[in-house]
């Protein structure tokens, strides 16, 4: 069983090894969440051309010195043994290492994901199913939709605004709960209404 933590990336260093489609799929992963990372094969699949400016590439073999500094690594080569090799080296090295073919060795996993602004909803079953993962990821796409991006933005804004302007801890839960009935119009009357409370 995995436990799910949200990761700050920033400061941290990233390597992908690997330059196939599993690596250009975890690349464009992380740049999706702001995070440039460093990638290293002998090969590329022409798909990189639309990263590279993105991401450090290095025309390479693995080898240890690449992960030495690294925090997080992915392991996406096609060779077991050579990802069996960077799984190892990792456990034991305090890393974070996701080895795309062996769950086991991975101390952490990637789920699928629905962004919306701040909200971010991740499924995993665990490595049974990641077509499952992704299949719930789309129904929940439909149900979550664009707008949830503003709506979240604006109860972080009112949850700040009633946290400094209601002292009552039970009071100020009961509002804090209350809000999420609440729509976007709404919501935008609720904020203008504490802000003009001193
Ligand atoms: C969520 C997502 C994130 C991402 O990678 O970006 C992700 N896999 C995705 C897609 C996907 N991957 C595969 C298929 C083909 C169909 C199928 O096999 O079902 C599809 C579907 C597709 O392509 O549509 C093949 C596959 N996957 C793994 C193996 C190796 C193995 O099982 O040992 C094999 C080769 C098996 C073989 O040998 O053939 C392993 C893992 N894949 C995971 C994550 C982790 C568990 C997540 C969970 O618990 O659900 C885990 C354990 C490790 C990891 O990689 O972190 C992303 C969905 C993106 C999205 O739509 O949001
Ligand atoms: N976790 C997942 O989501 C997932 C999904 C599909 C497949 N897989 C597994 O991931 C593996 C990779 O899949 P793929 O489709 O990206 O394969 P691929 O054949 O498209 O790419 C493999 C890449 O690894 C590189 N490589 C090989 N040896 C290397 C080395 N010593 N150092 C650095 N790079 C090296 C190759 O140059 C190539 O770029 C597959 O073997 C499969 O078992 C995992």
Do not use: H, Q
Not at 3 to 12: F, R, V
Not at 112 to 120: Q, Y
């Amino acid at each position: 069983m995995f436990y799910p933590i949200n990761l700050k990336l920033k400061n941290i260093e990233i390597t992908v090894i690997g330059g196939g489609e599993v690596a250009y799929r975890k690349c464009k992963n992380f740049l999706g969440f702001g995070k440039s990372v460093k990638v290293v094969s002998e090969n590329f699949i022409e798909k990189f051309s639309t990263i590279e400016s993105k991401v450090e590439i290095i025309n390479d073999s693995y080898k240890e010195e690449y992960i030495k500094s690294s925090f997080i690594v992915v392991a996406a080569t096609n060779n077991k043994e050579v990802n069996k090799k960077i799984g190892i080296y990792c456990r034991n090295n305090g890393k974070l290492v996701n080895v795309v073919d062996d769950i086991e060795l991975s101390n952490y996993t990637v789920p699928s994901c629905v962004k919306r602004g701040d909200l971010l909803i991740s499924i995993s079953t665990g490595g049974n199913s990641p077509s499952l993962s992704s299949k719930i990821k789309r129904e929940l796409e439909n149900k979550y939709d664009n707008t949830y991006e503003e709506y979240v933005s604006l109860l972080g804004e009112i949850r700040k605004e009633i946290i400094e302007k209601i002292e009552d801890i039970s009071e100020r839960k009961n509002k804090l709960n209350a809000l999420v009935n609440l729509d976007i119009e709404e919501l935008k009357v609720i904020k203008d209404e504490y802000k003009n409370i001193k």
